[in-house]
């Protein structure tokens, strides 16, 4: 596998109806929003869900949500102290930041795709690795609409040892969704950091097939089957490791507008808006339909 050699930007079309795609813990877990009341997807959350999907795709990832252990460590030094690669580099005269780091990287897709911070008790080695992968915070297109319902939960959830028949009060609480929006998340690739922990095109590839297939098997009671979905991946390939053009000038390159031709029916769908790619000379850019 060679060692990526050219710059890569993205951007991906994401839809959200009737679903919370990113809850706020601090706000009574209601979907994120900035102050001037446009959504938000934290990078955070992004990467997360990329994880995942590499995962489905029989990847080895480092930093596993708990219920998708597929390895029977409960946590990430487990799976650190496990790694016999990675120990050989961790204490004593062999104790070396930069083997340990190398290690680390071909070991797992997450770590030499987004970074690490390798800081545990019991071991020589303290290594904080950057990741070629940068993802922004998604934003939506427009002010969101944010419903609220009160739900009841009517089951006893421990039964009383002094009086087991006797019913437990109900437990109120609020469900919160996002009525509609259109989401954009920017990222890019960084070759010189791609060297440095040996991400390779095809891990690039592979990042790709994540993004475009980013809701597939996520669901939860906050995001059903079909309220997510990915519309359409833009995916810049540079000619050089540099690149001709800088990433911010790449992303701004995607036009999206208000359709003033939508109708009623649609104003709810993609076909609310418009998405042009304003030429950039020399730089061609694939698209890609989503799941």
Same mark, same amino acid.
């Given at each position: 596998?060679?060692?990526?050699? #050219?710059?890569?930007?993205?951007?991906?079309?994401?839809?959200? +109806?009737?679903?919370?795609?990113?809850?706020?813990?601090?706000? $009574?877990?209601?979907? @994120?929003?900035?102050?001037?009341?446009? $959504?938000?997807?934290?990078?955070?959350?992004?990467?997360? !869900?990329?994880?995942? +999907?590499?995962?489905?795709?029989?990847?080895?990832?480092?930093?596993?949500?708990?219920?998708? +252990?597929?390895?029977?460590?409960?946590?990430?030094?487990?799976?650190?102290?496990?790694?016999?690669?990675?120990?050989?580099?961790?204490?004593?005269?062999? =104790?070396?930041? *930069?083997?340990?780091?190398?290690? =680390?990287?071909?070991?797992?897709?997450?770590? #030499?795709?987004?970074?690490?911070?390798?800081?545990?008790? $019991?071991?020589?080695?303290?290594?904080?690795? +950057?990741? &070629?992968?940068?993802?922004?915070?998604?934003?939506?297109?427009?002010?969101?609409?944010?419903?609220?319902?009160?739900?009841?939960?009517?089951?006893?959830?421990?039964?009383? &040892? !002094?009086? &087991?028949?006797? @019913?437990?009060?109900?437990?109120?609480?609020?469900?919160?969704?996002?009525?509609?929006?259109?989401?954009?998340?920017?990222?890019?690739?960084?070759?010189?950091?791609?060297?440095?922990?040996?991400?390779?095109? *095809?891990?690039?590839?592979?990042? #790709?097939?994540?993004?475009?297939?980013?809701?597939?098997?996520?669901?939860?009671?906050?995001?059903?089957?079909?309220?997510?979905?990915?519309?359409?991946?833009?995916?810049?390939?540079?000619?050089?490791?540099?690149?001709?053009?800088?990433?911010?000038?790449?992303? #701004?390159?995607?036009?999206?507008?208000?359709?003033? *031709?939508?109708?009623?029916?649609?104003?709810?769908?993609?076909?609310?808006?418009?998405?042009?790619?304003?030429?950039?000379?020399?730089?061609?850019?694939?698209?890609? *339909?989503?799941?």
């Amino acid at each position: 596998m060679s060692v990526l050699d #050219r710059k890569i930007d993205f951007a991906v079309v994401v839809s959200v +109806r009737n679903a919370n795609p990113n809850g706020d813990p601090l706000n $009574g877990n209601r979907p @994120r929003q900035n102050y001037d009341g446009y $959504g938000e997807i934290s990078d955070v959350c992004i990467k997360r !869900k990329l994880r995942n +999907r590499l995962q489905d795709m029989g990847e080895l990832i480092l930093v596993q949500s708990d219920d998708r +252990r597929d390895d029977g460590h409960r946590s990430i030094k487990d799976r650190v102290d496990a790694n016999e690669a990675v120990q050989e580099h961790a204490k004593g005269k062999k =104790a070396n930041k *930069e083997l340990y780091a190398d290690a =680390a990287c071909q070991s797992w897709i997450d770590v #030499r795709s987004f970074g690490q911070v390798f800081a545990f008790s $019991g071991t020589d080695v303290s290594v904080g690795i +950057r990741g &070629p992968v940068s993802i922004h915070t998604a934003v939506s297109k427009d002010r969101i609409d944010i419903s609220s319902m009160q739900i009841t939960k009517s089951v006893n959830s421990v039964t009383s &040892p !002094k009086d &087991p028949d006797k @019913r437990g009060s109900d437990t109120m609480g609020m469900k919160h969704r996002v009525d509609f929006g259109v989401y954009v998340i920017y990222g890019s690739i960084n070759t010189q950091l791609a060297e440095k922990t040996g991400f390779t095109y *095809e891990d690039a590839e592979k990042l #790709r097939e994540a993004l475009r297939t980013l809701f597939a098997n996520d669901t939860s009671s906050a995001r059903p089957d079909g309220s997510m979905e990915v519309y359409k991946l833009y995916w810049w390939e540079h000619k050089s490791k540099l690149g001709q053009y800088s990433s911010a000038k790449v992303h #701004r390159s995607l036009i999206i507008e208000e359709n003033p *031709e939508v109708n009623e029916a649609e104003k709810n769908t993609y076909a609310r808006y418009t998405y042009d790619i304003q030429p950039l000379d020399g730089l061609e850019v694939q698209e890609y *339909e989503g799941l």
